[in-house]
């Protein structure tokens, strides 16, 4: 059975650091495109990042030079380091899978997670 | 980016009855066209693939039509377990993945 597990999520102060983990069972990570998403209060869902299998990544303008994705393929979990945190980024993050696409064009995300909750607030 | 707009934000519909939501991009994007389900604390569902493939194990009350810049999304009998849930469309025709705000559903 496909499962995703995020964990990671904290109350940190401007400015601070979190890392997420979104650990994997059923399949193997670093061969499938992943994914994060996140969901601010009362706001849509927002694609964060991705990492391909090949291993190229892509993030969105909204965090890109502070967010960092990454996988670790021995303990098949997918990571995210995020740093300069500001109080927009305060959301629910969520780890998902990519499947059906080719160079980056056409995924879906089939399986997420549950999501784990991160607010920036002093 | 690609810009998907969603109608409407939320509707209030009755158990039985059909309902439709619009989503539209900003430019055309073939059919790559996602449709999601969405509830508090619970993992979002995918539920539509490719503007009209319906995932395996989601029921066949839901389908999907569109190509280029309009889709719809389709519940034939509105079901009470589809209540209280928030639906939204995603392109995944580039980069970044771009999301519609969302239409949240509510039973009468």
């Known amino acids: 059975e496909v499962q995703l597990v995020e964990s990671g999520g904290d109350l940190v102060q401007p400015g601070g650091s979190l890392r997420l983990s979104c650990a994997a069972s059923?399949?193997?990570?670093?061969?499938?495109?992943m994914n994060w998403v996140r969901q601010a209060p009362g706001k849509g869902l927002e694609w964060v990042s991705v990492i391909y299998s090949a291993g190229s990544t892509l993030y969105a303008d909204s965090v890109k030079g502070r967010f960092t994705i990454s996988r670790d393929s021995s303990r098949n979990t997918l990571y995210l380091q995020m740093h300069s945190l500001r109080v927009e980024d305060t959301a629910v993050y969520y780890c998902?899978?990519?499947?059906?696409?080719?160079?980056?064009?056409?995924?879906?995300?089939?399986?997420w997670g549950q999501g784990t909750l991160v607010t920036v607030s002093s | 980016d690609i810009q998907m707009t969603q109608s409407p934000s939320s509707l209030s519909a009755s158990v039985g009855d059909r309902v439709t939501i619009t989503c539209r991009a900003s430019q055309s994007i073939s059919t790559y066209l996602n449709w999601y389900q969405h509830k508090p604390g619970i993992a979002p569902k995918l539920l539509i693939y490719?503007?009209?493939?319906l995932q395996s194990g989601v029921p066949s009350r839901f389908s999907g039509s569109g190509s280029g810049t309009d889709f719809t999304l389709t519940i034939s009998s509105l079901q009470p377990e589809d209540d209280f849930a928030t639906y939204s469309c995603q392109q995944s025709f580039s980069v970044p993945y771009t999301f519609g705000q969302g239409t949240k559903l509510e039973i009468k």
């Open positions: 059923g399949f193997t990570v670093s061969s499938n495109c």
């Open positions: 490719a503007a009209s493939s």
């Open positions: 998902a899978r990519g499947s059906g696409g080719s160079q980056q064009r056409g995924y879906f995300f089939d399986y």
